[in-house]
């Protein structure tokens, strides 16, 4: 996995802006520590930080390859999965290859498909192209936005990058936002508006979506969506092609020339991928995989069952690694580094995110970095099998709302009277422009026409804030972080699977269990869904607490918005909130480490209201 980043004017010699270049490329040296490299062009540059993983040798960027006269140079963050069958078709059209990485797949399929390219990948990525022939570049995001893909477009240039904070460091963009962007930080975050950059100018390809910068303008397109098919297969076929999708798309993440691991919580999703990565470890005498898990510091003393969080994951995570025969290490997180790493997060992902379930994910991923470069995680299971309860809930189900933020009442709560008066309309137009866009047959019920709009839902919006903080907390640390469940084929599948099939026997993700209940122990294929954990030590919340107070007595932008008795009743009264600000776990301690978290980005970023 790697950074990239670019800019085009017609106007500028690049050749003279180096130190700008250099100060763009030195804001994703996290993203990618072990090499860097820039490309200049007259008008364009092209920028790489690398992270190897592949063919260090001939795998290089930026990488230039020249085709009838024409030079072509890409630069590219992201694994594929199909390069292998990719190389030997294009060889069979006279395409040599100098190495094995899969820079050189993607840079020659675009040579030979041009923008159709994309419909030949199978993969997580971002990437640019030029065109030394006409000056074009050509930009590309995956089919399920796992890797991110910024730009700005302006009169006569456009700059883009895999992370925000290297566009503010071209000079050009701003740290500016209007009152779109206030909407979406106070309330839809950490959520985004499908392509939003929340900073003013700001956008973002969406998954599965390409543009061509060509003649000082951006035209983007749509070159992957879902779409409603009749689902032909049988209660057993379905079974048989969910296995066989999920395997295939394990199996083939498995490639690496650098060491691997896994993520296991013991839950359904990672214990699949867990297992089943053990088993082709055995089959191919590669030796033992090695897995990791997450708790805090003193938990179990307070841990707390809910609807959401019915138990602990320890006794699970001890029954998998004794099934999977792994060498296991479990990460302990303190409570005071918890806490201190919400500013990580937020430089991380550029803005206030998902508080300390990204923190942890931060810590977790630094530890995991001191002995490996990639690991394979579960994520993305619920949103594409039913994972969540308001996908089983009827009384939430046909809610005309986000249902992981039902109500903006604890969003209204801690601004003052007057402050962004429009932000229930404006969440509820993004609802509703969103499910409308939802692909449907005339022969759907009323229960499956509802679902494949929850798939909307939950695709573009829940989905896409865990892959961000996936990204974002992973590469901060240099570590890329692979989802097998977020294989576009297993995700075309999901959508026109009847939720008759998909819940099969009335349970949550019940086609994947009935699929791996023969390669997992029964106790942890039919466990109930239980969330990434959090912290329940009461140190945290006065830790937040702590913080916030001190906030409150700054007279900032940002705390000139607050209304400061609401959110000391919260402090006063925690348990009385119990409504979640985003997602089932985003209670007292992490509303006010929301607040934590924009009081840091506001001052870190000079954030300037427009």
């Known amino acids: 996995m790697c950074g990239i980043a670019g800019w085009i004017d017609s106007k500028i010699d690049m050749s003279e802006k180096m130190v700008v270049l250099n100060k763009m490329s030195q804001t994703l040296d996290r993203r990618g520590p072990d090499e860097n490299g820039i490309y200049v062009n007259k008008n364009t540059a092209l920028i790489h930080r690398r992270l190897v993983v592949i063919d260090r040798e001939n795998g290089k960027q930026p990488m230039a390859v020249k085709h009838n006269d024409t030079t072509y140079v890409i630069v590219y963050n992201g694994e594929l999965y199909n390069t292998a069958s990719l190389r030997e078709e294009l060889k069979a059209d006279g395409f040599h290859f100098r190495g094995h990485s899969d820079t050189e797949v993607v840079l020659k399929t675009y040579?030979?498909?041009?923008?159709?390219?994309?419909?030949?990948?199978?993969?997580?990525?971002?990437?640019?192209?030029?065109?030394?022939?006409?000056?074009?570049?050509?930009?590309?995001?995956?089919?399920?936005?796992?890797?991110?893909?910024?730009?700005?477009?302006?009169?006569?240039?456009?700059?883009?990058?895999?992370?925000?904070?290297a566009l503010l460091a071209?000079?050009?963009?701003?740290?500016?936002?209007?009152?779109?962007?206030?909407?979406?930080?106070?309330?839809?975050?950490?959520?985004?508006?499908?392509?939003?950059?929340?900073?003013?100018?700001?956008?973002?390809?969406?998954?599965?979506?390409?543009?061509?910068?060509?003649n000082g303008r951006l035209t983007r397109e749509r070159y992957f969506t879902v779409e409603a098919r009749e689902h032909t297969d049988d209660e057993?076929?379905?079974?048989?092609?969910?296995?066989?999708?999920?395997?295939?798309?394990?199996?083939?993440?498995?490639?690496?020339?650098?060491?691997?691991?896994?993520?296991?919580?013991?839950?359904?999703?990672?214990?699949?991928?867990?297992?089943?990565?053990?088993?082709?470890?055995?089959?191919?005498?590669?030796?033992?995989?090695?897995?990791?898990?997450?708790?805090?510091?003193?938990?179990?003393?307070?841990?707390?069952?809910?609807?959401?969080?019915?138990?602990?994951?320890?006794?699970?995570?001890?029954?998998?690694?004794?099934?999977?025969?792994s060498r296991h290490r479990?990460?302990?997180?303190?409570?005071?580094?918890?806490?201190?790493?919400?500013?990580?997060?937020?430089?991380?992902?550029?803005?206030?995110?998902?508080?300390?379930?990204?923190?942890?994910?931060?810590?977790?991923?630094?530890?995991?970095?001191?002995?490996?470069?990639v690991a394979l995680s579960g994520e993305c299971a619920d949103e594409l099998f039913g994972g969540y309860p308001w996908y089983h809930n009827k009384n939430i189900l046909f809610e005309e709302c986000f249902p992981w933020s039902k109500s903006q009442d604890i969003r209204r709560?801690?601004?003052?009277?007057?402050?962004?008066?429009?932000?229930?309309?404006?969440?509820?137009?993004?609802?509703?422009?969103?499910?409308?866009?939802?692909?449907?047959?005339?022969?759907?019920?009323?229960?499956?026409?509802?679902?494949?709009?929850?798939?909307?839902?939950?695709?573009?919006?829940?989905?896409?804030?865990?892959?961000?903080?996936?990204?974002?907390?992973?590469?901060?640390?240099?570590?890329?972080?692979?989802?097998?469940?977020?294989?576009?084929?297993?995700?075309?599948?999901?959508?026109?699977?009847?939720?008759?099939?998909?819940?099969?026997?009335?349970?949550?993700?019940?086609?994947?269990?009935?699929a791996f209940e023969d390669i997992l122990p029964d106790k942890i294929c039919w466990r109930k869904k239980s969330p990434y954990p959090k912290t329940h030590n009461p140190v945290y919340f006065n830790l937040c607490v702590e913080r916030v107070r001190a906030i409150l007595k700054k007279k900032t932008i940002f705390t000139e918005m607050l209304n400061k008795d609401?959110?000391?009743?919260?402090?006063?009264?925690?348990?009385?909130?119990?409504?979640?600000?985003?997602?089932?776990l985003m209670k007292s301690p992490q509303i006010l480490a929301y607040i934590i978290e924009l009081d840091y980005w506001f001052e870190k970023y000079n954030v300037e209201i427009v």
């Open 413 to 514: 709560f801690i601004l003052k009277d007057g402050i962004l008066e429009n932000g229930e309309e404006y969440v509820h137009q993004r609802y509703k422009d969103t499910i409308n866009l939802a692909p449907k047959l005339k022969s759907d019920s009323k229960v499956n026409a509802r679902m494949r709009e929850m798939f909307y839902l939950n695709f573009y919006w829940f989905m896409q804030c865990l892959l961000e903080r996936k990204d974002r907390c992973s590469m901060y640390n240099g570590l890329e972080v692979r989802v097998p469940f977020c294989d576009y084929r297993l995700v075309e599948y999901a959508y026109n699977m009847p939720w008759e099939l998909k819940a099969w026997n009335g349970r949550e993700k019940g086609i994947v269990r009935k």
């Open 111 to 165: 040579i030979k498909y041009g923008k159709k390219c994309a419909e030949k990948l199978n993969g997580i990525f971002a990437f640019a192209i030029f065109n030394s022939d006409d000056k074009s570049v050509f930009l590309c995001r995956d089919r399920i936005g796992v890797k991110p893909l910024f730009y700005y477009e302006y009169s006569g240039g456009l700059l883009f990058a895999s992370e925000i904070k």
């Open 236 to 325: 057993e076929s379905t079974i048989e092609k969910t296995r066989y999708l999920l395997t295939d798309a394990i199996e083939r993440q498995l490639v690496s020339d650098v060491p691997l691991c896994f993520f296991l919580s013991g839950g359904l999703d990672s214990s699949i991928i867990v297992k089943t990565a053990s088993n082709y470890h055995k089959e191919h005498k590669l030796g033992k995989i090695n897995t990791y898990s997450v708790e805090y510091r003193d938990n179990q003393k307070y841990f707390q069952r809910s609807l959401f969080q019915p138990n602990a994951d320890y006794e699970y995570i001890s029954l998998m690694t004794k099934s999977a025969d």
């Open 330 to 373: 479990e990460v302990i997180l303190d409570n005071e580094l918890l806490a201190d790493a919400l500013y990580d997060s937020v430089e991380a992902r550029d803005l206030p995110g998902y508080v300390d379930v990204d923190s942890s994910l931060l810590l977790f991923c630094r530890e995991i970095k001191r002995d490996f470069t």
């Open 566 to 584: 609401a959110i000391e009743h919260i402090i006063e009264h925690p348990d009385k909130i119990t409504t979640p600000w985003y997602g089932q």
């Open 170 to 214: 071209s000079g050009v963009v701003k740290p500016q936002i209007n009152e779109q962007g206030l909407y979406e930080i106070f309330f839809l975050g950490p959520a985004r508006t499908p392509s939003c950059g929340i900073f003013k100018g700001v956008f973002e390809l969406n998954p599965g979506e390409c543009a061509m910068y060509a």
